[in-house]
């Protein structure tokens, strides 16, 4: 069964007891993880209790696959259900997973964490169809998922955050949740508990110099400036960051775009859709935003998200180098920034 998103956190706290293994995939492995460590808390709260928990990787089945029955048919010698955890698992394991969910041993719960599988995937389908068992995508955090997730860790320390802060937060957090959860946890030893964070706190403490060139690049190819653009490509790069985090940060942010053109069709102007935007726009940020809103019209934003995802879609089926093909989409888009201006800015 696929598990709607709307459910997920219930369902990662509490499974229904008719499901006996899941699967955690998508391209945020923090979050991947973090799923996978919910769940298995769910069924064994002591996730060293080696009684109870047995760990299994790609290589392990590999070199002897009937390892994932004997592990599911093993019976505690505690009280309490047994917890089977796969680290990496991928299509190559979708053949011997679909003769063991046709057909499980034991009561345990199989946790099985992934990286990102395209919808044809045979693990997937193994997974989605079998009666016992459930897969979950995980995604990163859109803005609103983000917030709420910053919100939640400073209040569950009654600390306090400022509107500004939520907003530098959401903009340069997100691709990975443990990430995420491991800056908001140096924030949270920074504020202290029943304190409060406001913007120059975020900024002293966050270590987001890749974010920020990120920032840069996409904020250079939204407002048509090839020079900024190339300079700041060549610092993402450098720093490490894949072609695939830079396009999806590229489509995330036309999509924004998107939202706010369409508030201006109707007569809406420029300053109030950056007013009203929510999550809030970083102050700084907010005059960028105006000379985009200004260059794009609802139609060729369109356009852009096309020729984006296409880019994503190209660098996961052909072969050919992601990041040559990051650049390509990220000129092109700078290309039709310059290309026109709203008549009516």
């Given at each position: 069964?696929k598990v709607?998103?709307?459910?997920?956190?219930?369902?990662?706290?509490?499974?229904?007891?008719?499901?006996?293994?899941?699967?955690?995939?998508?391209?945020?492995?923090?979050?991947?993880?973090?799923?996978?460590?919910?769940?298995?808390?769910?069924v064994?709260?002591?996730?060293?209790?080696?009684?109870?928990v047995?760990e299994?990787t790609?290589?392990t089945l590999?070199?002897?696959?009937?390892?994932?029955?004997?592990?599911?048919?093993?019976?505690?010698?505690?009280a309490?259900?047994?917890v089977?955890?796969?680290?990496?698992?991928?299509?190559?394991?979708?053949?011997l997973?679909?003769r063991?969910?046709?057909?499980?041993?034991g009561?345990?719960?199989?946790?099985?964490e992934a990286?990102?599988?395209p919808?044809?995937?045979?693990?997937?389908?193994?997974?989605?169809?079998?009666?016992?068992a459930?897969?979950?995508?995980c995604?990163?955090?859109?803005?609103?998922?983000?917030?709420?997730?910053?919100?939640?860790?400073f209040?569950?320390?009654?600390?306090?955050?400022?509107?500004?802060?939520?907003?530098?937060?959401?903009?340069h957090l997100?691709?990975?949740?443990?990430?995420?959860?491991?800056?908001?946890?140096?924030?949270?030893?920074y504020?202290g508990a029943?304190?409060?964070?406001?913007?120059?706190?975020?900024?002293?403490?966050?270590?987001?110099?890749a974010?920020?060139?990120?920032?840069d690049?996409?904020?250079?190819?939204?407002?048509?400036?090839?020079?900024?653009?190339?300079?700041?490509?060549?610092?993402?790069?450098?720093?490490?960051?894949?072609?695939?985090?830079?396009?999806?940060?590229?489509?995330?942010?036309?999509?924004?775009?998107?939202?706010?053109?369409?508030?201006?069709?109707?007569?809406?102007?420029?300053?109030?859709?950056i007013?009203?935007?929510?999550?809030?726009?970083?102050?700084?940020?907010?005059?960028?935003?105006?000379?985009?809103?200004?260059r794009?019209?609802?139609?060729?934003?369109?356009?852009?998200?096309?020729?984006?995802?296409?880019?994503?879609?190209?660098?996961?089926q052909?072969?050919?180098?992601?990041?040559?093909?990051?650049?390509?989409?990220?000129?092109?888009?700078?290309?039709?920034?310059?290309?026109?201006?709203?008549?009516?800015?």
């Open positions: 069964m709607a998103a709307g459910q997920i956190e219930g369902f990662l706290r509490r499974p229904d007891p008719q499901i006996r293994a899941v699967l955690l995939f998508g391209p945020d492995a923090g979050l991947v993880r973090e799923r996978a460590d919910t769940l298995a808390r769910a064994c709260p002591d996730l060293r209790d080696p009684f109870r047995a299994l790609a290589a590999a070199a002897d696959p009937a390892r994932l029955a004997d592990e599911a048919a093993q019976i505690s010698l505690m309490g259900r047994r089977v955890r796969l680290r990496d698992a991928g299509d190559q394991q979708a053949p997973f679909a063991f969910l046709a057909d499980m041993p009561d345990a719960m199989v946790v099985a990286g990102e599988l919808s044809r995937s045979a693990l997937r389908r193994a997974f989605e169809e079998a009666a016992h459930a897969a979950i995508g995604y990163p955090d859109n803005a609103r998922d983000l917030a709420a997730v910053i919100r939640d860790t209040a569950a320390h009654r600390i306090a955050i400022s509107r500004d802060a939520v907003a530098f937060l959401v903009e997100g691709g990975d949740r443990l990430l995420t959860r491991a800056e908001l946890e140096k924030l949270t030893l504020a029943g304190g409060r964070i406001e913007l120059a706190d975020a900024q002293t403490v966050i270590s987001d110099s974010a920020l060139s990120l920032d690049a996409v904020l250079a190819a939204a407002e048509g400036d090839a020079a900024a653009l190339d300079r700041a490509l060549a610092r993402v790069f450098q720093e490490g960051e894949s072609a695939v985090t830079v396009i999806r940060a590229l489509l995330r942010h036309l999509h924004r775009l998107h939202v706010l053109s369409i508030q201006l069709i109707g007569g809406g102007s420029i300053d109030n859709a007013r009203n935007a929510r999550p809030p726009i970083f102050f700084k940020q907010q005059d960028s935003w105006r000379r985009q809103l200004q794009w019209t609802e139609p060729r934003l369109r356009d852009a998200l096309d020729r984006a995802a296409e880019a994503e879609f190209r660098m996961k052909t072969g050919l180098p992601a990041e040559t093909l990051c650049r390509e989409a990220m000129f092109a888009v700078a290309q039709m920034a310059r290309a026109g201006t709203r008549s009516a800015a």
